[in-house]
């Protein structure tokens, strides 16, 4: 009974010192998490951004413009950043695009759980 008696405390003081020190960093601040995009099998010089606030609020930016993180918008981004690619390597993009978007909206999760 005494070593619970020690350990709930130094438990709380724990779990209270990670909620507050945990989440604390400058790039947190933010509620978009977006990094840069560009396949190999490209030949623009321009990357496109992928940026994801949450599981429904994903999109992508390419030359000022922006694309929807659907199929429509995809294939969009697609015939507009590579003209010039065949179908497999249009499927080579969307695998990924695809693994790039999974790993944005885990750091977008995260990053809500922090703020």
Not at 29 to 44: A, I, R, Y
Not at 79 to 85: E, F, G, Q, R, T
């Amino acid at each position: 009974m005494k070593k619970k008696l020690i350990f709930m405390p130094l438990s709380l003081l724990s779990v209270l010192a990670l909620l507050q020190f945990g989440c604390d960093s400058e790039s947190d601040e933010s509620d978009e998490v977006c990094t840069e995009f560009k396949p190999t099998e490209c030949s623009t010089t321009i990357q496109a951004t992928a940026c994801c606030s949450d599981e429904s609020t994903c999109h992508y930016v390419f030359d000022g413009k922006e694309y929807a993180y659907t199929d429509e918008g995809q294939e969009e981004l697609i015939s507009v950043m590579c003209p010039d690619i065949s179908d497999e390597q249009t499927a080579a993009i969307y695998k990924q695009m695809a693994a790039q978007t999974k790993r944005l909206i885990s750091e977008a999760r995260i990053s809500a759980i922090c703020q």
